[in-house]
Protein backbone atom coordinates (compact mmCIF):
# COMPACT_ATOMS: atom_id res chain seq x y z
CA UNK A 1 0.00 0.00 0.00
CA UNK A 2 2.96 2.72 0.43
CA UNK A 3 4.05 2.09 -3.13
CA UNK A 4 0.75 2.78 -4.26
CA UNK A 5 0.32 5.74 -1.89
CA UNK A 6 3.37 7.27 -3.63
CA UNK A 7 2.33 7.02 -7.11
CA UNK A 8 -1.72 7.55 -6.69
CA UNK A 9 -4.35 9.71 -4.76
CA UNK A 10 -7.77 9.43 -3.40
CA UNK A 11 -6.98 5.34 -2.53
CA UNK A 12 -9.72 3.34 -1.20
CA UNK A 13 -9.28 -0.52 -0.01
CA UNK A 14 -11.22 -2.84 0.58
CA UNK A 15 -11.29 -5.56 3.28
CA UNK A 16 -8.67 -7.74 3.33
CA UNK A 17 -9.50 -10.90 2.48
CA UNK A 18 -7.66 -14.33 2.64
CA UNK A 19 -8.02 -17.41 0.00
CA UNK A 20 -6.22 -21.00 -0.91
CA UNK A 21 -5.19 -22.04 -3.65
CA UNK A 22 -5.13 -25.88 -4.24
CA UNK A 23 -4.49 -25.91 -7.62
CA UNK A 24 -0.79 -26.70 -7.42
CA UNK A 25 -1.42 -29.49 -5.54
CA UNK A 26 0.06 -27.55 -2.52
CA UNK A 27 -1.91 -25.55 -0.35
CA UNK A 28 -0.64 -21.87 -0.96
CA UNK A 29 -2.25 -19.16 0.88
CA UNK A 30 -3.29 -15.35 -0.61
CA UNK A 31 -4.60 -12.07 0.68
CA UNK A 32 -6.60 -10.20 -1.65
CA UNK A 33 -7.73 -6.88 -1.31
CA UNK A 34 -8.90 -4.10 -4.25
CA UNK A 35 -7.72 -0.77 -4.33
CA UNK A 36 -9.45 2.11 -5.87
CA UNK A 37 -7.36 5.16 -7.19
CA UNK A 38 -7.23 8.65 -9.57
CA UNK A 39 -4.17 8.91 -11.63
CA UNK A 40 -4.14 10.54 -15.10
CA UNK A 41 -2.18 7.46 -16.76
CA UNK A 42 -2.93 6.23 -19.77
CA UNK A 43 -4.28 2.38 -20.19
CA UNK A 44 -0.28 1.42 -21.39
CA UNK A 45 1.53 3.62 -18.79
CA UNK A 46 -0.64 2.20 -15.73
CA UNK A 47 0.27 -1.49 -17.02
CA UNK A 48 3.86 -0.49 -16.55
CA UNK A 49 3.26 1.30 -13.43
CA UNK A 50 1.93 -1.30 -11.84
CA UNK A 51 4.66 -4.11 -13.14
CA UNK A 52 6.95 -1.62 -11.83
CA UNK A 53 5.70 -1.73 -8.36
CA UNK A 54 5.38 -5.52 -8.66
CA UNK A 55 9.07 -5.80 -9.07
CA UNK A 56 10.13 -3.39 -6.70
CA UNK A 57 8.10 -5.46 -3.94
CA UNK A 58 10.00 -8.51 -5.37
CA UNK A 59 8.55 -9.97 -8.13
CA UNK A 60 11.14 -11.00 -10.97
CA UNK A 61 9.40 -13.54 -12.71
CA UNK A 62 5.98 -13.90 -14.44
CA UNK A 63 4.67 -17.16 -12.24
CA UNK A 64 0.78 -17.84 -12.47
CA UNK A 65 -2.30 -18.53 -10.34
CA UNK A 66 -1.02 -21.60 -8.85
CA UNK A 67 2.73 -20.08 -8.16
CA UNK A 68 3.63 -18.69 -5.54
CA UNK A 69 4.30 -14.92 -5.97
CA UNK A 70 5.51 -11.96 -3.72
CA UNK A 71 2.27 -9.72 -5.26
CA UNK A 72 0.07 -9.29 -8.09
CA UNK A 73 -1.53 -6.28 -9.41
CA UNK A 74 -4.17 -7.15 -11.70
CA UNK A 75 -6.09 -3.94 -13.22
CA UNK A 76 -9.98 -4.92 -12.99
CA UNK A 77 -11.34 -1.41 -14.37
CA UNK A 78 -10.04 1.87 -15.90
CA UNK A 79 -12.79 4.49 -16.08
CA UNK A 80 -12.41 7.27 -18.41
CA UNK A 81 -12.98 9.67 -15.45
CA UNK A 82 -12.82 9.63 -12.24
CA UNK A 83 -16.62 8.28 -11.15
CA UNK A 84 -18.03 4.95 -11.35
CA UNK A 85 -20.64 6.60 -13.60
CA UNK A 86 -17.93 7.36 -16.07
CA UNK A 87 -17.25 5.70 -19.39
CA UNK A 88 -15.36 2.55 -18.96
CA UNK A 89 -11.71 2.67 -21.21
CA UNK A 90 -11.06 -0.89 -19.81
CA UNK A 91 -12.45 -4.25 -18.11
CA UNK A 92 -11.50 -6.97 -17.87
CA UNK A 93 -13.10 -9.90 -18.74
CA UNK A 94 -16.93 -10.49 -16.53
CA UNK A 95 -16.54 -14.78 -17.08
CA UNK A 96 -12.76 -14.18 -15.50
CA UNK A 97 -14.32 -11.86 -13.07
CA UNK A 98 -16.64 -14.60 -11.84
CA UNK A 99 -14.33 -17.35 -12.03
CA UNK A 100 -12.18 -16.14 -9.76
CA UNK A 101 -13.30 -15.85 -6.16
CA UNK A 102 -10.55 -13.50 -4.84
CA UNK A 103 -11.64 -11.02 -7.05
CA UNK A 104 -15.46 -10.83 -6.31
CA UNK A 105 -15.52 -10.24 -2.57
CA UNK A 106 -12.85 -7.32 -2.64
CA UNK A 107 -14.49 -5.72 -5.50
CA UNK A 108 -17.88 -6.04 -3.82
CA UNK A 109 -16.87 -4.77 -0.82
CA UNK A 110 -15.01 -1.66 -2.38
CA UNK A 111 -17.75 -0.82 -4.74
CA UNK A 112 -20.53 -2.93 -4.55
CA UNK A 113 -23.24 -0.96 -7.26
CA UNK A 114 -20.54 -1.30 -9.79
CA UNK A 115 -22.07 -3.01 -12.58
CA UNK A 116 -19.72 -4.54 -15.32
CA UNK A 117 -20.03 -3.13 -18.72
CA UNK A 118 -21.68 -6.72 -19.68
CA UNK A 119 -23.32 -7.68 -16.79
CA UNK A 120 -26.87 -7.43 -15.54
CA UNK A 121 -26.36 -7.26 -11.85
CA UNK A 122 -23.79 -5.25 -9.22
CA UNK A 123 -20.98 -6.69 -8.12
CA UNK A 124 -23.00 -7.25 -4.40
CA UNK A 125 -25.66 -8.60 -6.27
CA UNK A 126 -23.13 -10.81 -7.99
CA UNK A 127 -21.25 -11.82 -4.91
CA UNK A 128 -24.51 -13.15 -3.15
CA UNK A 129 -25.69 -15.37 -6.67
CA UNK A 130 -22.24 -17.44 -6.03
CA UNK A 131 -22.52 -19.40 -2.94
CA UNK A 132 -19.91 -21.55 -4.00
CA UNK A 133 -17.40 -19.15 -4.03
CA UNK A 134 -17.71 -17.47 -0.77
CA UNK A 135 -16.25 -20.54 1.24
CA UNK A 136 -13.01 -19.82 -0.42
CA UNK A 137 -13.03 -16.04 1.04
CA UNK A 138 -12.31 -15.02 4.54
CA UNK A 139 -12.00 -11.55 5.76
CA UNK A 140 -9.56 -11.15 8.10
CA UNK A 141 -9.37 -7.25 8.30
CA UNK A 142 -11.68 -4.15 8.25
CA UNK A 143 -10.44 -1.26 6.01
CA UNK A 144 -7.63 0.77 7.49
Known amino acids: MQKLDLEFTCISRSILYASN ?3 SGKELNYWNFAVSFHCSLSHSNL ?27 DLVFLLAESSLDSE ?54 DVS
Not at 51 to 67: A, D, Q, T, V
Not at 93 to 111: C, E, M, Q, V
Open 88 to 141: VEYCMDYSFILKTSYFIGPLANLHPSWIHPDAEIDLSMTLKNIKELSPRLEKIS
Open 21 to 23: DLS
Open 47 to 73: IAKLKYIERSCGRHRPGSLSHEVPIDL
